[in-house]
């Protein structure tokens, strides 16, 4: 039960390599925050200053007030599941599970207690006795697991815990391990590159990029109100389709123009860009806001590439100059490659995007 | 004939070959061996006799007659299956003598004397001794250097222990810091550390001799563990650098999260696990400083090394091969001992634990 900050956190490797750069942020009591951005932006970085692992060049770690930022990880009332787990390969799964309750002295019996409450929470009971190589990976996984929430630490650190596993077993550990925290409530990091692991299980999310924070929010905020081109581009599958087009004002209406397309604007999407001095924008939508309609209310008409069917939905994909425009759309009637399809844009998901920058309109 | 059987024919020619050369190489090895154990157990008569026994003999059967010069003794000969004249004496001392050193089937005066006795009713007389087996170690024992070989071979193992001490300290600290830090001109240090071995002990001889005097270690055993260490700490430093790279650094990580200081962190969970490479270099240091020879003769002088003690009775015991045989044996005993040892702790650990 905790609280941490991280104020200007800083590492630099070297001169020349800043792995993190100076990000600020704070993680509620009870919070399942996950960082996510693509390898080597820093999340593991990170997560070590937070451990103790990596010294700190510049800024502060808070954790419930207190200032942790040059104690060394002993002292820090934090544990953590490591992306090879890390579990001590000539100890027993109950030694290993037991090494940090016996360094802080507690008796045997409650040793004891707490090894077998864990060992069944994380459902390796029957494996107390074993060695790590007597184990599969999604079971030494479980160890690393244990070892962690039996200590009760203020602040729980995962790197990547589930990248080891394949593709079925991660999905089913994920729902674990968020059970698992529904039971401790204990205030998690959780580090991932794995943006749908990230949707289902954080709280809110903090996606990085080159050592900075890109946006911090909720699943839903981060998916629906991306902060940028680089966010709504990250998240979700597939991703966000972009559309370079000029704003053009016909009268008293607002247009986006680009070659295929003349998309007509909505009351507030128009109250949106009114301030907006540019005339050359970046549109991006999700591929479920693209709707299939008929001819004479589609926004753009495009011969089907390919069409994927999903069993419960369809991507179809068209080819607008060389970039493909992703759509989801139910799964009947099913579309043809080379059959032409009427699409229309949902006006309230609508998002813009400044050119040069990125960021959100 | 089908292309099976000729298969077949093939693959059995191929495994008859496989297994000849390998109870060839077997042979070879173990042949010497074998010469050296069983010569170590015979008499020198024994060893000086062609065709060389395979075994050597567990009784002497002696045969006793009236000779030239006083009595006639001869001894059985099981390889040639007759009785072989060794000796014509009335001197009952040197005959006694002779049974000992020779034949490795001593005789008192007085007992000699009762089967002369038994001359006046029948000539010859047959009578057998067990052969004393380990005739050439007890004399190797006695010979070597006047009552020496026992404290030179506990100085031997002093030294040998502290060789292990020292250079598993600080080699295994070195190796430590080569696997787990990187810094400026590492590379170039961990391989410059073996140059020491470069250089042959005879041609440093003089200026150790002089440091040692200098430092007051000349003759003493901290002085010879120390150069032995020079050279068995440049193979820790590569042996432990290369088991501890295998360690994962965040094994010693987790045991800081969960609670551990660095000391405890290393000492709970990277010791442990290179334990297995610790021994092997612990084996090596052993070995080098047990049977190292030259620099011991060097750099001892009223308190040599057991190696010493077993070269100079070698060299003593001209004529006696089977005696040399036993102090080779003694040599090699405490080294196959610590070897098989740790051997099978190399063996355990490895087998039973993956990193
Ligand atoms: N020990 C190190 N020395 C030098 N550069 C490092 C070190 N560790 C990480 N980096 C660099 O810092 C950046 C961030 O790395 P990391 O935090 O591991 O990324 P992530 O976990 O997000 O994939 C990378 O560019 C990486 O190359
Ligand atoms: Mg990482």
Redesign the pocket.
Known sequence: MATLQLKNLT?R??KK?V??KGINLEVHDGEYLVLL??????????L?MIAGLEEVTDGEIILDGVDITDLPPRKRDISMVFQSYAVWPHMTVYDNIAFALRLKKMNRSEIDRTVREVAGMTKIAEFLDRYPFQLSGGQRQRVAVARAIAVKPKLFLM??PLSNLDAKLRVATRTELKAIHHKTHATTVF?T?DQSEAMSIADRIVI?KD?EIMQIGTPEEVYDQSASIFVADFIGTPPTNFLDVELVREGETLYLVNPHIKLPLSAENAARLRGYDKRELVLGIRPENILLTSADEADLSAACLVAEPQGSHQVVAVELDDKLLKIVAPARPKVRSGETVHLTFKQESLRFFDRESGARI | MTKKTRRNIYRTARLTAFYIFVSGVTIAMLLPLYFIVSLSFLSTREAYRYPLPLLPALNVEYKLTHGERGYLLSVYDPIDKEYQTVLDTGDLEKMSVYMKSQLGAPMSVPEIEQQIARLEHEAPVFFTRRKSLLYNYETFFKVAGTGQAVPALIRSLEICAMTIAISLTIGGMAGYAFARYTFRGRDALKFSVLFVRMFPGVAIAMPMVIILVNMGFYDAPIGLSLVYSVGSIALTIWITASIFMGIPVSLEEAAQVFGATKIQAFLRVTLPLSLPGLAACAMYAFLGAWNETVAAIILTQFNPTFSVVVYQTVLGAVGQVNLAAAGGMVMALPAVIFTFFIRRYIHQMWGGVTV
């Open positions: 590492k490797f070297g390599v792995a993190v951005g693509p390898s080597g932006c820093g999340k593991t970085t990170t070590r790197d990547e580090v590159h990085m050592g």
